[in-house]
């Protein structure tokens, strides 16, 4: 995956906030959402954007944020 467009609106919102360092449970307060819901969207975010399962799921969703985000934004 090369931008974050082809994520949903939800999955934007999730690895946003998981780039600025939101805990599970303040995101999923924030989102009116379970701490299970935010899980899973955290992990199917690492599965679309390719992320090494021996890896932490969250710090890879958050550097693939900054770095797409940037990269949209220089734009």
């Known amino acids: ?13 999730v690895a946003a906030l998981v780039a600025r360092s939101w805990t599970t449970k303040r995101i999923a ?11 899973v969207i955290v992990s199917s975010l ?11 799921e969250r710090v890879q969703v958050a550097l693939w944020w900054h770095e797409h985000t940037a990269m949209t934004d220089a734009a």
């Open 1 to 13: 995956m090369t931008d974050a467009s082809p994520l949903t609106a939800r999955q934007r919102e």
């Open 29 to 39: 307060a924030e989102l009116h959402i379970s701490e299970r819901r935010v899980r």
């Open 46 to 56: 690492a599965y679309h954007i390719g992320a090494d399962a021996s890896l932490d």
